[in-house]
């Protein structure tokens, strides 16, 4: 018994550290699964406004960027017709797990969704 509690303190107290850190696409992709997994209720928990106002975020960043490298001349990372490419919810998740998780617990929302983007709309050089 006295093992099995101390077992039990040892992994509560190792879980955040083996959790993916803040602003990954890991840690992204982490949260909302575990939304996804709550079906409709998941439009209820606190998490789900702070998850879209990201991602949001993030592609209103790129499509910035975008906009400047087409005034500036430089080349574009990915090619829609339009600069602010529309990207779906579901499509970003299931783009997010497409990528390997070595990479993704690696890599920046932004990096994640550009590289989404880049499969969607590729560039023909």
Do not use: H, W
């Amino acid at each position: 018994m006295r093992k099995t509690i101390l077992l039990a303190v040892a992994l509560s107290v190792s879980m955040p550290v083996l959790a993916a850190p803040p602003g990954t696409a890991q840690n992204f992709l982490d949260r909302a699964n575990r939304l996804k997994a709550k079906g409709p209720l998941a439009f209820f928990d606190s998490d789900y406004g702070r998850l879209k106002a990201e991602a949001t975020a993030v592609g209103k960043s790129i499509g910035d960027d975008r906009i400047a490298d087409e005034r500036a001349g430089r080349p574009i990372l990915y090619c829609s017709p339009t600069a602010r490419a529309k990207l779906g919810s579901f499509e970003f998740i299931d783009g997010l797990a497409a990528i390997p998780a070595g990479e993704r617990a690696n890599m920046s929302l932004k990096q994640a969704m550009i590289r989404v983007l880049q499969r969607k709309y590729p560039c023909r050089r």
